[in-house]
């Protein structure tokens, strides 16, 4: 079945850096594009970055954009978030998500799929 196992979160001072990982299984891994979402305590899950599958395109929330960077190694079916000069507001529960195309009964559909999440705290 289709698995994602997030790892890596842990707790960090402002201005340090963390790495997350996510590995992928039970699905194509290089033709799918795969993103990471976050959710801040009491509040909203949120989008935070994307890479196509062949890494040829990135895009990236504005609350993240020229700190943070996805990438991915499809020989080891992972997916990464670089996060550089992180600060309290960054503090959330991360989750890497993907949408796979399954046959129904009304033909194809996408379905999404998530991990279990890895918590980063950035405090002081």
């Known amino acids: 079945q289709i698995q994602l196992v997030e790892s890596g979160g842990g707790s960090v001072l402002p201005g340090h850096s963390l790495t997350l990982s996510c590995e992928g299984s039970?699905?194509?891994?290089?033709?799918?594009?795969m993103n990471w979402f976050r959710q801040a305590p009491g509040k909203e899950r949120e989008f935070v970055a994307v890479?196509?599958?062949?890494?040829?395109?990135?895009t990236y929330a504005e609350a993240v954009k020229n700190r943070f960077v996805i990438f991915r190694d499809n020989t080891k079916n992972e997916v990464y978030l670089r996060m550089n000069n992180l600060t309290p507001d960054d503090t959330a529960v991360y989750y890497c998500k993907v949408e796979v195309a399954q046959k129904t009964t009304s033909g194809f559909r996408l379905f999404p799929y998530w991990g279990q999440g890895t918590p980063v705290t950035v405090s002081s």
């Open positions: 890479i196509t599958g062949s890494s040829d395109s990135t």
């Open positions: 039970g699905f194509d891994f290089s033709s799918h594009a």
